[in-house]
Structures are given as C-alpha cells and as structure tokens.
C-alpha cells in the first residue's frame, strides 16, 4: 500500500471514529466519512467500494492491532502493558467503538480474536474447568475491566492498569485453578 493510501486510511479511521462518538453506525454515510476526514470521494471509491466494504476492512485491520497489542507472543499471558499503552494512545477512537455508540461487529470481532489465543493457551493446562467456559469467564472479565477503564473520567494511568490487570488475571483467576503460565 503507497504511503498516500496509507495516511488517507489512517483520516478515514479517525473520521470514522469522531463520526461515531456523535451517531450510531447506521447513520453515518460515506459523504460524512469523506467531510469529516477531509479526503476525497473519489479517493475513499479508490480504496473500497462502499460503506460496508470500508467497515470491513476498518474492523479487520483494528482487530488484528488490537490482538496484536493484546496477544504477547503466543503461549503466555497477554502483555498488558503494551495493550494499555495502545489503548492510551488510541482512547478516544477505541471509545467510539466500543463505548459510545459502539459497533457490535467490532466487539464480536475483538472478543472472538481474544478468545482464539486464551483457548490455545489454557488448552490441557487444567481439567477443573471446562476451557470454553474458563475461556468465556476470562474473556468477559478482561473486556469488562477494560470497558470500565476506558469510561473512567480519571483512568489509572496504564502501567497501573496492566499491573492490576495482570494480577487479576494471572495471580487471581488462573492462580485459583492451578493454571502456571510463563
């Protein structure tokens, strides 16, 4: 991808974001998309064929950097860290998606990718617990934190954040069911 298209994607994004902190998804047209972003029609039709076409490729590509800030490196616990110093930089467009007139298909998205990596991870790890239901719980848990954080006016600043978050999950939950990850 040239970087032109590389810098009107990332407008387009940010529009999109500020468009849905004001009105549900269903509301905002590619005509609110291009005025808010400041970039041409013709260059939004150059890079996708339509609204929804932009919305998938939208939710794929934040998706995939979210778990990738969330993930770690595979067989351990997510990075916490890293994953709050994203969501910092990124709050105000991550609120929009998920909190203020949120975008169902993204959450469904980020949920499923985060269920992907803690069902590789706990598989065979325990038997006290089914894992889709140890899966589903931590899951639920990590998103309703996170949700809680993002919504806060006074947040704890990120490094406290991906402490406690680590604690809760590592040393709390996983610790009570005999669960060691590295």
Not at 10 to 28: D, N, W
Not at 142 to 165: C, D, G, I, R, T
Request: hydrophobic share 35%; no cysteine.
């Amino acid at each position: 991808m040239s970087q032109r298209n590389t810098h009107s994607r990332i407008h387009l994004k940010k529009a999109f974001a500020e468009l849905l902190s004001q009105k549900p998804i269903e509301q905002i047209t590619v005509r609110d998309i291009v005025k808010q972003s400041g970039i041409a029609r013709s260059t939004f039709y150059r890079n996708f064929e339509n609204k929804d076409d932009f919305l998938t490729w939208l939710r794929n590509d934040l998706i995939s950097e979210t778990a990738s800030k969330f993930a770690g490196s595979g067989k351990q616990i997510p990075d916490f860290e890293k994953f709050y110093q994203y969501a910092s930089h990124n709050r105000r467009m991550l609120t929009s998606f998920l909190t203020d007139y949120h975008w169902p298909e993204f959450v469904q998205g980020l949920q499923s990718s985060a269920k992907k990596h803690y069902t590789s991870l706990l598989k065979g790890r325990q038997n006290i617990i089914p894992v889709n239901v140890l899966v589903a719980f931590l899951v639920g848990a990590h998103v309703n934190l996170f949700l809680y954080w993002l919504q806060s006016e006074n947040p704890e600043s990120p490094q406290n954040m991906a402490k406690y978050h680590k604690i809760l999950a590592q040393n709390g939950i996983l610790q009570g069911i005999d669960v060691k990850i590295p």
